[in-house]
């Protein structure tokens, strides 16, 4: 375990989905290539660095890297993680965010999780002095996004193939952590998942709000091998998975190398109308309430692995998420690290890279030119006013 720091942290936006255009075409949306990171990726480190952050959530591109069946091109993540070393930054490793090589297809694929943990299997080889990994990014947002409204990779939009790209984002995930903890028996697993939370608008949507209140815990009850509901169990079978599917949930899971991540944005919280869509809501119960019903339901250490906003309101966000935090620490929640994410300005996000517009997404501590903004200031005072204080408060939770 690395000292008593609490983990500050950001992360380099590597998003990597595919969408279809307009003409019928295909085109990956690769957030490293847009936002100039290959090009810049020193200066990235160094700003990480000169923030005074320690930890990075960070990985390669997986579709650059796993190039076919037992074949991989490391010549960058050789390059970049031995800089990270060198720098003293320590990875929190990302190994799939929202998209898969080509040659995998998409998340329907049922060969995806075997060959996504011999890649976790053999990046942990390479580098096996490595500790914290998010095996895969947002499985529920990746499984929604893809799978069930359509936007990314095999852009499909029923039941059936939510629960499909579900149960196989999940089973990557759990055996990419077996994996991991044949070569590294430390490693530590933060899952970053998107906390969300849904309000009915009218009685009517009740019933409604509930299901999907449910819904929004299946990532990690499948990979926490989390009893579920009947009504959720149900739903589970009636749209494709068997139940010895869901029963090796139960018997694989190792939920106690894992820390939370929690990630939590003003377009997590949802209205469902009386048609029974839904839209955004803004903060209205927070981070503190939703984070605090995670915990309540797994009563493992938390991670605030990503938050941002736009603009101007970026300062006054900041300090919003970080006061409840703070109180949640207070209040006796195990929470040992918090996340600016990311540290550049993004593209796109402004459609969730539903669309290749190149329009800048300004919500960086650093803007695509590398200068530093309010908020990059802000968040190096909480930094530098808070490290020592939480700091013995931190990795004393973990593991005992």
């Known amino acids: ?238 749209n494709g998975m068997t139940r010895e599917e869901y029963h090796w949930f139960a018997q694989n899971q190792v939920k106690a190398r894992c820390i939370m991540g929690n990630d939590y944005y003003a377009t997590n919280e949802h209205l469902v109308l009386p048609n029974g869509t839904t839209r955004a809501a803004g903060d209205i119960f927070g981070y503190y309430v939703i984070t605090h019903q995670y915990y309540s339901r797994y009563k493992i250490p938390i991670m605030h692995t990503e938050t941002n906003m736009r603009g101007p309101g970026a300062e006054e966000w900041l300090w919003r998420q970080w006061a409840n935090l703070h109180r949640l620490k207070q209040d006796g929640v195990p929470i040992i690290g918090f996340t600016w994410y990311s540290l550049t300005h993004q593209m796109d996000w402004d459609t969730a890279l539903r669309e290749d517009n190149n329009r800048i997404h300004e919500v960086g501590l650093f803007d695509l030119d590398r200068n530093m903004l309010p908020v990059g200031k802000a968040y190096k005072r909480i930094i530098q006013q808070w490290g020592d204080v939480l700091a013995s408060e931190s990795y004393g939770l973990l593991f005992r």
Request: charged share 20%; net charge negative; with cysteine.
């Open 1 to 238: 375990m690395i000292g008593h720091k609490f983990m500050f942290a950001t992360g380099i936006e590597n998003s990597y989905p595919t969408i279809q255009l307009p003409d019928g075409t295909t085109k990956r949306i690769d957030q490293m290539e847009k936002c100039g990171h290959y090009q810049k990726w020193e200066l990235d480190f160094n700003l990480t660095r000169d923030m005074g952050i320690e930890f990075l959530r960070y990985g390669p591109a997986y579709y650059k890297t796993h190039i076919a069946p037992g074949k991989y091109d490391w010549s960058f993540v050789d390059e970049t993680f031995a800089k990270l070393r060198e720098l003293g930054i320590t990875p929190i490793v990302d190994l799939c965010h929202f998209g898969v090589p080509d040659w995998l297809g998409n998340f329907q694929n049922p060969d995806f999780p075997e060959y996504f943990a011999e890649y976790a299997k053999c990046f942990a080889q390479r580098f096996p002095y490595l500790q914290f990994y998010t095996p895969i990014n947002e499985i529920f947002i990746t499984a929604m996004f893809s799978a069930q409204y359509g936007w990314w990779n095999e852009c499909l939009t029923s039941d059936g193939a939510f629960v499909t790209a579900l149960k196989h984002l999940c089973k990557a995930n759990v055996l990419a952590m077996h994996e991991i903890l044949k070569v590294q028996p430390d490693a530590t697993f933060i899952q970053s998942e998107s906390s969300e939370y849904f309000h009915p608008q009218r009685p009517e949507v009740q019933q409604l709000a509930n299901f999907l209140n449910q819904k929004r815990f299946l990532s990690l009850d499948l990979t926490y091998g989390y009893p579920i509901r009947v009504m959720m169990y149900e739903y589970l079978l009636e």
